[in-house]
């Protein structure tokens, strides 16, 4: 076009200008995209710590449990995260010493909620729940959580050492006393393996962990802190049967002379448990032992017979 003098080298400066900026702004319009998408993710990360629950306050005369015994009721509770949208109705049920109460139902029932009201991080709206015949309102928050422990569906570790995580069950336990629990929860051989044993880094830049080495690490640690009270939720729903196997062998170790509580989607995990509750959408609709559930060919023998179903043909 310059040779043809329909532009003249001026106006074609002025173009070339003009579109060396436009095509830098196009650019930058595209990573605007990947930016947005790293400021969200970073977002959720400061949101997670913002929403943490942080503990109730203690009622100004509130006691310290001693000689505790492993008894919980849960009388007629009712909760709600949301006014007006009921996730616990009207539920009640009993853990005697050393018994093995169940759990179950489908995801989105209300199970886990139990378990943090049990450990008072939310009150209840009605009802109320004992522990050793102590309404836990009453009790300080730190004696609650010193007598239960909880293995959750993922366990979360501190960047630290191997016996630094466990150890956090109870802070100033020495190394034979980890060692010791390592080996009841089926975890001192893989440790052992690891580059520098339970002095081995985890975390960011350190080691990482299976599912199934992460729910072991979890066990020693609540063997550490030899709860009277075990809550297991769902703590081996996300291991395949060859990890799982190892797993329950050290949850059965764990649970040994407590009072648990074990929720649970695989209905093959709750055969020995003492009772066992179906729960649906807040409430309870059938309860008793295995057999009794079995015999009464209600929503937990459909479930059992659909899992069952499933697991064969996997
Ligand atoms: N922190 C929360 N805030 C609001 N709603 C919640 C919260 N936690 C759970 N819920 C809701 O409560 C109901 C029961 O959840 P949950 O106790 O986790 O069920 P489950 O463990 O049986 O799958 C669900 O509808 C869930 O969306
Ligand atoms: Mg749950």
Known sequence: MLVNKSISLPELMQFMTLAVYVAAAAKQFGRLGALYQQTMGAAERVFEIVDTRSD???APNAIVLK????RVECQNISFEYNTGEPVIQDLSFNIDPGEVVAIV????????TIADLLLRFYDVDKGRILIEGHDIRNIKTVS???ITAMVPQ???LFSGTIAENISYGRPGADISEVIEVAKAANAHDFIQACPNGYETELGEGGVGLSGGQRQRISIARALLKNPKILILDEATSSLDAASEGIVQEALDRLMKGRSTLVIAHRLSTVKNA???????????TESGSFDDLMRAGGLF???YKTQFRTQEAQ
Request: aromatic letters at 2%.
């Open 56 to 58: 109730l306050p203690d």
């Open 67 to 70: 000689n505790v015994e492993g």
């Open 105 to 112: 139902g489908p995801s989105g029932a209300g199970k886990s």
């Open 144 to 146: 609650i959580r010193e």
């Open 154 to 156: 993922e366990t979360i």
């Open 274 to 284: 003492h009772k066992i509750y179906v729960m649906d959408r807040g409430r309870v």
């Open 301 to 303: 023998e459909q479930l």
